[in-house]
């Protein structure tokens, strides 16, 4: 039995402690805003945070989470998570949608710690969240536009 707070309600969990974070939100807890993408972290979707930092859903065992906090796409709020969804749809970035709930995870996460990123810490903060429908620049000037909705 594995103990997690998910989105702030905590969860006992029967499976493995080495079972993926990704499956347990998905086939346990039903958080299916989380995607998997190719299950080594190099892709991004599965981005979730972990003490308001993103990681990787896929690569994160629910055994070594202790007492963190998980937040799923389903469960982020407050201001700058309200920023970026704006920002989002104001801009029309998504086109397939299969990978924006970690590139929404990244961002947030980004702009929690910089409330003005350049360029460069956009690109070194989203590296590692691939789209295949190549919305990179859509992604970044959503970004721009998040932060100076919250300055």
Same mark, same amino acid.
């Given at each position: 039995m594995v103990k997690l707070t998910v989105n702030g309600v905590a969860h006992s969990i029967e499976a493995d402690p080495e079972t993926p974070l990704l499956w347990v939100l998905r086939d346990h807890l039903d958080k299916t805003g989380t995607k998997y993408g190719c299950g080594i972290a190099q892709c991004g979707a599965c981005t979730v945070h972990l003490d308001g930092q993103p990681v990787r859903a896929c690569q994160t065992r629910i055994g070594d989470i202790g007492e963190a906090k998980v937040t799923t796409i389903e469960g982020v709020s407050g201001r700058v998570a309200d920023a970026v969804r704006t920002a989002w749809r104001g801009l029309d970035v998504v086109q397939c949608g299969y990978c924006q =709930?970690?590139?929404?995870? =990244?961002?947030?996460? !980004? !702009? =929690? $710690? *910089?409330? *003005?990123? &350049? $360029?460069?810490?956009? $690109? @070194? +903060?989203? $590296? @590692?969240?691939?789209? #295949?429908?190549? &919305?990179?620049? #859509?992604? #970044? +000037? +959503?970004?721009?536009?998040?932060? #100076?909705? !919250?300055?």
């Open positions: =709930s970690g590139q929404m995870m =990244s961002a947030i996460g !980004l !702009l =929690s $710690d *910089k409330a *003005k990123p &350049t $360029d460069a810490e956009i $690109d @070194g +903060a989203m $590296d @590692g969240n691939v789209c #295949r429908c190549g &919305t990179y620049q #859509r992604i #970044r +000037a +959503a970004i721009h536009e998040a932060a #100076r909705s !919250l300055a």
